[in-house]
C-alpha cells in the first residue's frame, strides 16, 4: 500500500506564490511517476504536473513557465512551486503517483486565489 500525504495549500491573491509538498510512504518502488492534479468546482480532474524518477517533466499548457515541479528521490517527496498564480488556478490540489500501473491519490489539498 502506498500513503501520499500533501501540504502547503491555502488563500493567496492573485499575483502571488505557494508551494504544495507531498510525502510518499509505503511500498514504493524505485521507478515511478509522481505529479499533481487538481479538481475546481464542477470541473474534472485534471494534470497539473508530472515527473518521472528519471527528471522527465510534462506540463499543463495553462501552467507553463508560471508552476515548477520537483522531486527528492531519496525522500520519496514531490514538490510544486506555483507562481503568478491566477483566480482560475483555485482548485483542491491532489499528489498522485502511479507505481507498476496502479494509481495512488492523496486526500487534497485547497489552494484559493482571491483577485
Known amino acids: 500500500q502506498v500513503q501520499l500525504v500533501e501540504s502547503g495549500g491555502g488563500l493567496v491573491q492573485a499575483g502571488g506564490s505557494l508551494r504544495l509538498s507531498c510525502a510518499a510512504s509505503g511500498s514504493i518502488v524505485s521507478n515511478n511517476l509522481m505529479g499533481w492534479y487538481r479538481q475546481a468546482p464542477g470541473k474534472q480532474r485534471e494534470l497539473v504536473a508530472v515527473m518521472s524518477t528519471g527528471g522527465i517533466t510534462n506540463y499543463a499548457d495553462s501552467v507553463k513557465g508560471r508552476f515548477t515541479i520537483s522531486r527528492d528521490n531519496a525522500k520519496r517527496t514531490v514538490d510544486l512551486q506555483m507562481n503568478s498564480l491566477k483566480p482560475e488556478d483555485t482548485a483542491v ?19 484559493t486565489v482571491s483577485s
Request: net charge positive; aromatic share 22%; glycine share 16%.
Open 93 to 111: 490540489y491532489y499528489c498522485n503517483t502511479v507505481i507498476s500501473g496502479r494509481v495512488y491519490w492523496g486526500q487534497g489539498t485547497q489552494v
